[in-house]
């Protein structure tokens, strides 16, 4: 999703928010959860820690030059245990990528294409953001997601991923799923990129 409209001041400090809230999330996940369903199609629990510590390592190591397709989309070789802490490393690691003087002018390759690094990582937001509600809906708790994140999210997503967008075979977007427009800013959010926010681990 290349929306080229959106403003590219700094979305740092929204990057790091939308990870923190998923810190507790992460620290509460023990191994008799890892095979619990989650929002997204084929993947536990597992498979989603695995992916979404595969992105901070990602946002890392684009920022650094390096091309998407030569980085996993799902760590392996994580303990059940260890999830907290892998999360916890390359939190830290991203922290200090996105900290280095000249980040915000760079030009990255995303898996989206080639763009400034303001954009990728407003795009990684999102995609962390969304996440985020895919780990709480898994564990049945999404209380403790900001809602500032959701809502800074949705426009951006609502200009990049539009009708054209979601026909190619490439998008893991389904239809948009209708809610009230004064719905919660994370089921507004969920529901664009085709997630049922009414959705629970039971089914």
């Known amino acids: 999703m290349t929306d080229r409209s959106t403003t590219l001041t700094d979305p740092r400090p929204t990057l790091l928010r939308a990870a923190a809230q998923l810190t507790p999330l992460v620290e509460r996940v023990r191994p008799a959860d890892l095979d619990r369903p989650t929002p997204c199609d084929d993947w536990a629990v597992r498979d989603l820690l695995a992916h979404l510590v595969a992105v901070e390592v990602r946002i890392a190591a684009i920022l650094r030059g390096a091309h998407p397709a030569d980085l996993p989309s799902l760590v392996d070789g994580v303990a059940d245990e260890g999830w907290a802490a892998a999360w916890g490393e390359a939190g830290e690691a991203l922290e200090v990528a996105l900290a280095e003087d000249d980040v915000l002018t760079r030009t990255v390759e995303h898996p989206a294409g080639r763009m400034p690094a303001p954009q990728a990582i407003g ?81």
């Open 123 to 203: 795009i990684y937001v999102s995609e962390l953001a969304v996440h985020g509600w895919d780990l709480g809906a898994a564990l049945d708790d999404v209380s403790g997601l900001d809602p500032a994140v959701a809502e800074g999210c949705l426009e951006p997503m609502r200009r990049a991923l539009t009708p054209e967008m979601r026909d190619q075979p490439w998008v893991p977007f389904g239809p948009v799923v209708a809610v009230p427009d004064d719905a919660p800013a994370y089921d507004r959010l969920v529901a664009w990129v085709g997630r049922d926010p009414a959705w629970t681990p039971a089914g």
